[in-house]
């Protein structure tokens, strides 16, 4: 696929990507030779998502439902290889009549989002206007572009023009956690996926992500994980 058009907007760059749309979407893929592409369309309908076996399920509803711009998620390549096998799964499981499939299909669909995006809770009730959500929506944004660049809430808090203490309650209210734990969530996220699916070397992860030193790289990393990132990488 070389790119997509939605609701008359061409998007590229869409190579190991995942698109979020509604059913009112108008889409179209746009290829320009005649080679054969893959990819898979998942249609999910509003009661499964209000599935009990999601009432835990952590997904940046956020950015996917309460967003202007059309959510995409860009995966990394082991964590794509983990999405293409989920997909193939589910596929093979529709076309099948095995006993407890529902459920089996449900359980592919939970880790398909925890591993699209770990961040927030689905059944959390967010108004469509208001602005606590679209502030969180855009300091999870930020944390995304710059989670290199800024490791604390404060650096953030300025970057959006608001206090510490206003961004902190926002992400408490809309999300249940705190903003620190969306910042060290997505710098673990980021170090372990470097850390099992590349050659680079722990130093080099720790300086690609913004730490001042390896050592201290090290240190926080076991903090937030329990593991150091020489375990995580035998694992």
């Known amino acids: 696929m070389q790119s997509i058009t939605i609701d008359n907007t061409l998007y590229e760059d869409i190579v190991s990507a995942v698109y979020f749309l509604k059913p009112n979407f108008k889409w179209e893929i746009i290829r320009k030779d005649t080679s054969i592409s893959s990819g898979y369309v998942l249609y999910l309908p509003k009661n499964i998502l209000e599935d009990p076996l ?18 995409k998620v860009n995966l990394a390549p082991g964590i794509e290889i983990r999405i293409q096998a989920i997909l193939e799964m589910l596929d093979e499981l529709i076309s099948t009549n095995l006993k407890h499939k529902e459920n089996a299909i449900l359980s592919l669909i939970s880790t398909f989002f925890v591993y699209i995006d770990g961040k927030c809770n689905i059944k959390s009730s967010i108004d469509q206007n208001s602005a606590k ?19 604390e809430v404060g650096e953030y808090a300025r970057k959006l023009n608001v206090s510490d203490k206003y961004l902190h309650e926002c992400v408490k209210e809309v999300l249940g956690t705190s903003a620190k734990h969306l910042i ?32 201290y790289f090290s240190y926080y990393f076991k903090k937030q994980t329990g593991k150091t990132p020489s375990q995580v990488r035998k694992e």
């Not at 999601?54 to 959510?71: A, D, G, Y």
């Open 54 to 71: 999601f009432k835990n399920l952590h997904i940046n509803e956020v950015r996917v439902f309460n967003s202007e711009q059309i959510p």
């Open 184 to 215: 060290d969530e997505q710098l673990t996220m980021s170090a372990r996926r470097e850390l099992k699916f590349t050659d680079k070397s722990v130093k080099e992860i720790a300086y690609g992500i913004g730490f001042s030193s390896p050592e």
């Open 133 to 151: 959500s679209v502030l969180v929506y855009k300091f999870k944004k930020a944390i995304n572009e710059h989670f290199s660049e800024f490791h």
